[in-house]
């Protein structure tokens, strides 16, 4: 596992085969990676059967992924919707992983599949990761999947293998590196006495900032006295309330403090 860090950028691990079923290896798997120091995705295989189903899927796939993940995808790639369509299906998924994290989103599937049944909800994610081993996708494609046969000297196997096509979104906006500068840039950095709201935000009782930790929202206008600002190891910066909680440090919430 230790020579797999110079032989891929990242990964991109299965957690689930819907929400009834966790892959046996995802716990094991994630580990080392971030024991080796390679970067990673995970991934939930859709069996969602309509918008209900869809937000608790992802509510599961969530709660059982890794939390040193970079980026988190849905591989939509079978139909089982029974109820309602399947665009808004998709974008139940979405939704909710939106509101359980900031991390980057991805669609994933095959391109016929892909413009047949989310056509529309797709294009609510941060990228496309589209699959079509006969020639380059002719549909919006940031990462392409073009063969599942190239063989990983350190697992020594065979795996599914894929490249990048958007020169904009470069194997540092999915992982990380260099844009971290970009990251603290947006952040406040260093500790102030108090902010003031501009926009609606959430103060929550935990670092992990998930819709489960939210404690209250603050309306615009709103002041807090902050006693401490923390960093994460993604590089973003967090306030720690007078009382112990906690918000974001993002300066788009707090433009003009």
Request: net charge positive; aromatic share 16%; hydrophobic share 35%.
């Amino acid at each position: 596992m230790a020579d797999l860090k110079g032989q891929v950028p990242f990964i991109i691990n299965r957690r689930q085969y819907g929400a009834n079923y966790v892959d046996k290896y995802a716990t094991s798997n994630t580990n080392l990676y971030v024991k080796y120091g390679i970067p990673f995705g995970e991934y939930d295989y859709a069996t969602f059967t309509s918008a209900a189903s869809a937000k608790q899927e992802a509510k599961l796939f969530y709660q059982r992924s890794n939390k040193n993940a970079k980026f988190y995808v849905l591989d939509y790639e079978e139909n089982n919707v029974k109820s309602g369509s399947t665009n808004a299906a998709v974008k139940a998924w979405y939704n909710e992983m939106r509101s359980l994290t900031n991390e980057k989103l991805i669609f994933y599937s095959y391109q016929s599949f892909a413009t047949t049944y989310a056509n529309t909800a797709k294009k609510s994610f941060d990228a496309q990761w589209i699959a079509n081993y006969s020639a380059k996708p002719t549909i919006q494609t940031d990462l392409w999947q073009y063969s599942n046969k190239k063989y990983i000297p350190a697992l020594k196997e065979s795996v599914d293998a894929s490249t990048i096509l958007n020169s904009s979104k470069p194997v540092t906006w999915w992982v990380g590196g260099t844009e971290a500068k970009a990251v603290k840039a947006s952040y406040f950095s260093s500790v102030v006495s108090s902010v003031t709201v501009n926009k609606k935000v959430y103060l929550y009782n935990s670092t992990t900032f998930t819709k489960a930790n939210r404690v209250k929202a603050l309306a615009p206008g709103a002041t807090v006295q902050i006693s401490d600002i923390k960093q994460r190891a993604t590089g973003s910066y967090y306030f720690v309330t007078a009382d112990g909680q906690y918000l974001t440090a993002n300066k788009i919430m707090w433009p003009n403090n």
